[in-house]
């Protein structure tokens, strides 16, 4: 399975910004991920093969997973976005994650 995610960059705070991943496998759970240098990797938001979203306290109310009619394409539309939030953000595929994409940088900027 291969995940392509382009769209990493760089935002201001309180800006917003919005990733995007493609899958060539079957249709499965997907979500999104990020991980900063000395910590470990940590669940940001994920949707699961009915539809069923789960999103990490940390950016509740903030960020918002969706995905494409075919099911192969999900987002993470990121508003509000926090120095904090600067992290190496990673699509997976399957939960417990299977495959994972390449990682896109997000750097919010103070």
């Known amino acids: 399975v291969r995940l392509e995610e382009p769209g990493g960059g760089l935002v201001q705070t309180g800006g917003s910004h919005r990733l995007s991943c493609t899958s060539s496998g079957s249709i499965n759970h997907m979500g999104w991920y990020r991980e900063v240098p000395g910590k470990q990797r940590e669940m940001v938001a994920k949707?699961?093969?009915?539809?069923?979203?789960e999103v990490a306290d940390s950016v509740k109310g903030r960020f918002s997973i969706s995905r494409t009619y075919d099911r192969n394409t999900i987002y993470l539309q990121m508003t509000s976005l926090k120095p904090e939030d600067t992290a190496v953000y990673y699509c997976?595929?399957?939960?417990?994650?299977?495959?994972w994409g390449q990682g896109t940088q997000v750097t919010v900027s103070s």
């Open positions: 949707m699961f093969y009915n539809g069923r979203t």
């Open positions: 997976s595929w399957g939960d417990p994650p299977d495959y």
